[in-house]
């Protein structure tokens, strides 16, 4: 390993123990996933993970978190959080992130508080993520949610690579992101938008596709995969398209710049959302 990771690793376990107890907000992502590996090696038992339950995280992603707290060794509850019942979630706008995130860490501070205020709430945020627009940082900041592999300066890459030296299956997995996220800002978020969304990417997974989003544009799906997939779609293409418009669709396009992370945001950047 080198030494600048080694020297970041042993900061975080330095951070993890200064905290003595921790509740992971635990997505079963790689870089949650990572932490709390991380928690399990400095705090042992006195680590919890919480993964948040609701329409708008397939039910493939918890089954995949449960797995891996298991694996990992750590005690793991589920709660519901019902976005869709939120109306300052479901109307869309560009703080749509925060209002999740704010609902998240809302229920994570009282499950604490009925723990008796032992542990320390963390969240997987790495230092990638202060250059993107996430919203959701705000809320944790408000509300004194930690993010021990921002203070330790870890990057996405170098998580993967420590993730592959520790043994977790998780090093190489695909960056995934809530499915309201498909949806442009400005358009409300429904539980049939939602369904459509799930169902749409579970098939072109099934089909083969490492990295892919299905944005849901009326009745236009764009399909993001990766440049090197595109010839894939071409091969599916008529099953993709009767599969897409039985959900609901009536066109299917192929988006031509392929998979970018945060593709809705593109429109913050010409200031045509408010």
């Known amino acids: 390993m080198e030494e600048h990771l080694l020297r970041k690793r042993e900061r975080l376990i330095h951070l993890l123990k200064d905290m003595g107890s921790v509740l992971v907000a635990f997505s079963g ?24 339950v609701s329409e708008t995280f397939p039910t493939r992603e918890v089954q995949l978190a449960s797995k891996l707290a298991e694996q990992i060794g750590v005690n ?32 994570l501070r009282e499950l604490v508080r009925e723990y008796g205020d032992v542990y320390t709430v963390v969240d997987g945020s790495n230092m990638d993520d202060l250059g993107e627009y996430r919203p959701g940082l705000q809320a944790a900041r408000e509300l004194g949610v930690r993010s021990p592999l921002q203070e330790a300066e870890l990057y996405k890459s170098e998580i993967r ?22 949806i442009p800002y400005g358009q409300k978020i429904t539980k049939e938008k939602i369904e459509q969304l799930d169902q749409s990417e579970e098939f072109l997974l099934g089909l083969g596709f490492r990295q892919l989003r299905v944005r849901h544009h009326g009745e236009i799906a764009r399909i993001e995969v ?49």
């Open 29 to 52: 992502g790689v870089d949650s996933t990572f932490l709390l590996a991380m928690a399990k090696e400095a705090l042992g038992n006195r680590v919890l993970a919480v993964t948040a």
């Open 76 to 107: 793991h509850l589920k709660i519901q959080i019902n976005e869709l019942e939120n109306d300052d979630f479901v109307k869309n706008d560009f703080h749509r992130c925060f209002h999740c995130k704010n609902n998240l860490y809302t229920h």
């Open 161 to 182: 690579i420590l993730s592959k030296e520790m043994g977790l299956e998780t090093w190489n997995k695909p960056s995934f992101a809530c499915l309201s996220s498909r």
């Open 226 to 274: 990766l440049p090197e997939e595109m010839e894939l779609v071409i091969k599916h293409r008529q099953e993709i398209h009767s599969k897409l418009k039985e959900l609901g669709f009536l066109y299917v396009t192929l988006d031509l710049r392929g998979y970018r992370s945060g593709s809705m945001n593109e429109v913050l950047e010409k200031g045509m959302v408010r």
